[in-house]
């Protein structure tokens, strides 16, 4: 039984070890553009990919001082970057220039 859990802790602290080198060369970074297909209140789908919006992420408007996510329509073409971490896209700026909205 002793030898069980040496070799479970040995494994464990192996995993461990490994784990932070795997994130982090998982990590790629985009710059896309496109227009929103489809927006919910933390992530939002160009082309049918779907990207997911970071906690810490800024969001410019152009024309305004105090944008927000809320502030984007389906139908708006915007420019954003980020990064895909396991597959998943997280955004972390959006630009977005309004055009013909006073």
Same mark, same amino acid.
């Given at each position: ?16 070890? =490994?784990? &932070?080198?795997?994130? !982090? %060369?998982?990590? $790629? ?8 297909? *489809? @927006? ?12 997911? =919006?970071? &906690?810490?992420?800024? !969001? %410019?408007?152009? $024309? ?8 984007? *329509? @389906? ?18 700026? !959006? ?8």
């Amino acid at each position: 039984m002793n030898f069980i859990k040496t070799r479970a802790n040995q494994l464990l602290l192996i995993v461990l070890l =490994i784990l &932070p080198w795997t994130t !982090i %060369e998982a990590v $790629e970074e985009f710059r896309e553009a496109g227009v929103i297909a *489809k @927006i919910d209140y933390d992530s939002f789908y160009v082309d049918n990919q779907k990207y997911q =919006i970071a &906690p810490n992420a800024r !969001i %410019e408007i152009l $024309e305004r001082s105090n944008a927000r996510l809320s502030d984007l *329509k @389906i139908g708006d073409a915007i420019y954003f970057t980020g990064q895909t971490l396991s597959g998943v896209n997280y955004v972390d700026f !959006i630009v977005y220039h309004l055009l013909g909205d006073d």
